[in-house]
């Protein structure tokens, strides 16, 4: 099979033959037919993430059809739609994956990381981390495997909020809007500075205003997501937060944060990150994914464009999510 796989960081990825993945005894054989670009995977080919497999294969937002099981596999059998997220195995026996809490298991391994994921036609996955995905289309259904849950776990963890602040209008933003929206919740969305095009679309998904992330919205706001990677907004966001607001912080990696006044803090104004998913989060996720019904807003790329649709994403010129198509899927 071929995969576009990362060497070292700072490279390039490149469009390699490999040996077809064996499935062990609980993990599936998938056929990639598509697979999400996530910011992630910059900071990963960027040797901002420690201890990557090398060489590896990017990707963590799989789209595919089962095609062969190992011995143990229960859940799936061949020709099932499956999806593959970030969270790709846990130890089960921790003080975290014995509280619900499996997105800190100190021992996880994540896919597109520790294990090859999927800019590739072939990959394998451990079935008890792996998605049904009936009724979510290809392409489509990619970003909410990584941006979607993500983005879903930082919503949760906002709290009841009227008035939503959501800094970055990518992937993760763009999904969120919807499901705040369909809550009845206000969305303020906030930019790069100038990009007149992210506002619009920002709007479009029912956003009531849209700025650039150093303005000040017309109201206060009762909870902020930061989805951009740049540690200056969170001070942004708390000078612009209500008293006991959260700032939810959801990237993997961020710029360091600027020291900022004690009083920006004050008020009980909770700051917090959001790290990985849980199983339990795409059970809750994906079905409402449904119910809304979340559209995703995808820009296809081949796969062999990989570095393409990285380079866009790394410019901001991508509206939505990039995805990637292997050859004849
Ligand atoms: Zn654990
Ligand atoms: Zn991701």
Not at 204 to 225: E, H, I
Request: proline share 7%.
């Amino acid at each position: 099979m071929k995969a576009m796989l990362l060497s070292q960081p700072g490279v390039p990825l490149v469009w390699s033959e490999l040996a077809d993945p064996r499935p062990d005894e609980h993990q599936v054989l998938i056929r990639v037919s598509a697979c999400g670009v996530c910011r992630t995977d910059l900071h990963l080919i960027d040797g901002e993430l420690p201890d990557p497999k090398l060489p590896v294969v990017p990707g963590h937002e799989i789209v595919g059809e089962v095609v062969a099981t190992g011995t143990l596999v229960e859940r799936f059998k061949p020709g099932d739609q499956v999806g593959v997220p970030w969270l790709g195995w846990t130890c089960g026996t921790c003080g975290y994956c014995k509280t619900g809490r499996e997105n800190l298991c100190d021992r996880a391994r994540f896919t597109g990381y520790h294990i090859d994921g999927g800019y590739a036609e072939l990959t394998v996955a451990d079935e008890r981390y792996c998605f049904p995905l009936e009724g979510h289309r290809q392409a489509e259904a990619a970003p909410l495997l990584c941006a979607g849950l993500i983005g879903y776990r930082a919503w949760k963890l906002a709290g009841d909020a009227q008035r939503l602040g959501i800094y970055g209008f990518g992937a993760a933003a763009h999904i969120v809007a919807q499901l705040a929206v369909h809550s009845g919740q206000e969305v303020y969305a906030f930019t790069r500075k100038g990009d007149t095009v992210a506002q619009a679309f920002a709007r479009q998904l029912g956003a009531v205003w849209a700025g650039d992330s150093t303005s000040t919205p017309p109201v206060r706001l009762d909870a902020a997501l930061i989805f951009a990677p740049a540690g200056d907004l969170i001070p942004a966001a708390l000078r612009v937060v209500t008293k006991g607001a959260a700032v939810v912080c959801a990237g993997i990696h961020m710029s360091d944060i600027p020291s900022f006044p004690y009083t920006l803090l004050w008020g009980e104004r909770v700051l917090r990150s959001v790290a990985n998913l849980t199983r339990a989060d795409a059970a809750a996720f994906l079905p409402l994914a449904n119910r809304v019904p979340v559209k995703t807003h995808t820009v296809v790329y081949p796969m062999t464009h990989a570095n393409e649709a990285l380079a866009d994403l790394r410019a901001g010129r991508i509206s939505g999510a990039a995805v990637l198509v292997p050859p004849g899927a």
